[in-house]
């Protein structure tokens, strides 16, 4: 008879899949299990799709009656986007729900685990618990905190420089390095950049070298005064996705509506120091469902996010070059902190060698 470990490992196999496309819900596998067989299972795919259970269910059939279900979070037990999942679970004649971890949102949580005891379902918790909340820390910070995910994505030399002295970035870091960067994208709500960034590179901030995926990141600018070039990349036909241009107040009312008139999202965010507050600019975002930004830079607005406190994981590629040069920017700049005390140490790291580069990444 296998454990509980081994099917709960195939449904958070499953959940993996819709990693980057479920947002803002969870991701989430289940499996249906009979008699020591797998006989139904599922993810979740998107948001307003079939929840996980659901899929597992109706995929076992008949077989559900008397067998266990395998799910990575806690069943939803309330009307959303889709019926609760805890109807079909106790109607289908399951017996037994193994859970990993219960649900982080604070409205939901319990709620479901109570539903099934209510209904004579024996409900096992904690399952690979760890496994399955590492893949939903995007969703926890959204439900719980209200803000969106923040990852931080750096390209530099050993040296910690993004650009030589006259400005030359492209490449710094090798393809198998830019590829796990576009799947990156492919994966997160929204692309956010400083607009020096758009104003220098003119970048088309889209998924082009992963495959895995046809998903498109929104594309967020820090433009206070909006000096964004109307004729920039980001606006072409080969860079599809919705743009959003965030501006302070001061920004002038000719270009917020010249902007808009061409389809371009502007929100008007109150000042900090002369910049947008990115306290504030978090906190629209979160209320239009945008669950998880890939932070690209510059090296100011990289350190105006350190410095608030706001970068929840760090992608730090690292080329074996060494570029040199006072003038050549390095990848975190603003403030920075006065004393070592003060500095941010990474907490879970690991490094993955490529062909070409080195990847460190950790969590604050």
Known sequence: MRSHEYYMRKAIALAKKGEGETNPNPVVGAVVVKNGKIVGEGYHKKAGLPHAEVEAIIGSGASAIGATLYVTLEPCSTFGRTPPCTNLIIASGIKEVVIATKDPNPIHKNRGIRCLKRANIKVSLGILENEAKEMNRIFEKFVVEK????????????????????????????????????????????????????????????????????????????????????????????????????ATPSAPTKRIRFFEKKGVRVLVIKNKKRKVSLKDLMKRLAKMEIAHILVEGGAEVLGSFFKEGLVDKVLFFISPKVIGGADAPTSVMGDGVDRLSLARRLKDTKITRFEEDFLIEGYL
């Open 147 to 246: 803000k969106p995910y923040i990852t931080a994505k750096v390209a530099q030399s050993l040296d910690g420089k993004i650009a030589t002295a006259t400005g030359e970035s492209k490449w710094i870091t090798g393809l198998d390095s830019r590829r796990l960067v576009h799947k990156l994208r492919s994966q997160a709500d929204a692309i956010l950049i400083g607009v020096n960034t758009i104003i220098r590179d003119d970048p088309l901030l889209t998924n082009r070298l992963y495959r895995g995926s046809k998903k498109q990141p929104i594309k967020i600018v820090l433009d206070s005064h909006l000096r964004t070039p109307p004729n920039s990349r980001i606006f072409s036909k080969d860079s599809p996705q919705q743009v959003i241009l965030a």
